[in-house]
């Protein structure tokens, strides 16, 4: 033995529904600590362009219009996290959505003695969510964000930043749909903040605040985690 000390990468995920801010404060977590972001959609894409053996197995299954198994999602997680640049540590955003998926990533971790040092759920509140993601609108000459209630242009009709006067909505930015959104999320995630919660691993931010304060809240609970 040489005496030398292995370094475990830490393994984080962030919990929080559609609209409750993940991407965000996951790159700025990024930027701040040095960790990976892995975001189930972009390891899918990336799979399949690279030709992993992993990513041709999605490939076919998503070509037959299949969802693809979570067994796929486990093994090109972890060919990305063998990765070098991982060994700075991850952010997982989108994956695990289940229990099920939750028991197999800890299994996965295990291969190299790595566990979940932090599963961080950004708490919201659905009636203001649904008000804030049902609200808003974009300029569509410039791209400019607009929103019903928080954000008008000074003159009604005329983009701030353009004066463009053509403006749109996503189609599902409707608040039926961010209401349906918010209550598949809380039935598929309630069983996973118990999961983590009986593991001593989940923390819980109140994400309605301003993103600066949500930040800081969640880089403490990051800086414990990973010293």
């Known amino acids: 033995m040489d005496g030398a000390t292995t370094v475990i990468a830490p393994v984080l995920i962030l919990l929080g529904p ?38 041709k197995a999605a490939k076919a299954v998503m070509e037959a219009g299949e969802l693809v198994s979570d067994q796929i999602v486990i093994d090109i997680l972890r060919d990305r996290l063998a990765q070098s640049d991982c060994q700075r540590g991850v952010i997982l955003d989108g994956f695990p959505r289940t229990t099920v998926q939750a028991q197999a990533l800890d299994k996965l971790l295990e291969e190299s003695g790595q566990k979940i040092d932090a ?15 049902s609200g808003r609108y974009t300029c569509a000459g410039c791209g400019e964000g607009y929103h019903d209630t928080f954000k008008q242009p000074a003159t009604a009709g005329t ?13 599902d930015d409707n608040a039926e749909t961010v209401a349906s959104r918010l209550e598949a999320y809380h039935a598929q995630t309630a069983p996973l903040i118990d999961y983590y919660a009986k593991a001593g691993a989940l923390s819980r931010i109140d ?21």
């Open 207 to 227: 994400a309605m605040g301003a993103i600066d304060s949500i930040a800081a809240d969640l880089a403490a609970i990051v800086k414990t985690a990973t010293a």
């Open 18 to 55: 559609p609209g409750a801010g993940k991407g965000t404060q996951a790159r700025m977590l990024e930027e701040k600590f040095g960790l990976v972001q892995l975001s189930t959609g972009d390891l899918l894409r990336e799979a399949v362009a690279q030709g992993t053996e992993a990513g």
């Open 119 to 133: 599963a961080i759920s950004l708490d919201v509140d659905d009636a203001a969510m649904v008000t804030r993601i």
């Open 159 to 171: 983009c701030d930043k353009c004066q463009g006067t053509d403006f749109k909505r996503r189609a």
